[in-house]
């Protein structure tokens, strides 16, 4: 069983600044790709920004220069960090793993519990 485990979010202000966590725990045998989605409230899930196993990185435009992702491997963690924020932001942002739970299974997805980021103007 693997499961997500994201921290971080909570209120911030506009302009503010918010660095997000998902760490993956359970049975692993390794990670493949990581990524940040969020969901804004009437509207669907979208990719905010994503990070190969190799380090490449992939952003949604609007949030080109003001994010950066990040992984630590050793820690089974990926990282959002969120600058210049505005309200239009505000939303449910979740993170997405591709885990190999064992030498013998394929890569799935796993998502992460949610975690609400309002942006206050």
């Known amino acids: 069983q693997v499961q997500l485990v994201q921290s971080g979010g909570g209120l911030v202000q506009a302009g503010g600044s918010l660095r997000l966590s998902c760490v993956a725990s359970g049975s692993i045998f390794s990670i493949g790709a990581m990524g940040w989605y969020r969901q804004a409230p009437g509207k669907q899930r979208e990719l905010v920004a994503a990070i190969t196993s190799g380090g490449s990185t992939n952003y949604a435009d609007s949030v080109k220069d003001r994010c950066t992702i990040s992984r630590d491997n050793a820690k089974n963690t990926v990282y959002l960090q969120m600058n210049s924020l505005k309200p239009k932001n505000t939303a449910v942002y979740y993170c997405?793993?591709?885990?190999?739970?064992?030498?013998?299974?394929?890569?799935?997805?796993?998502w992460g519990q949610g975690t609400q980021v309002p942006v206050s103007s």
């Open positions: 997405n793993e591709a885990v190999r739970p064992s030498a013998t299974m394929t890569l799935a997805n796993y």
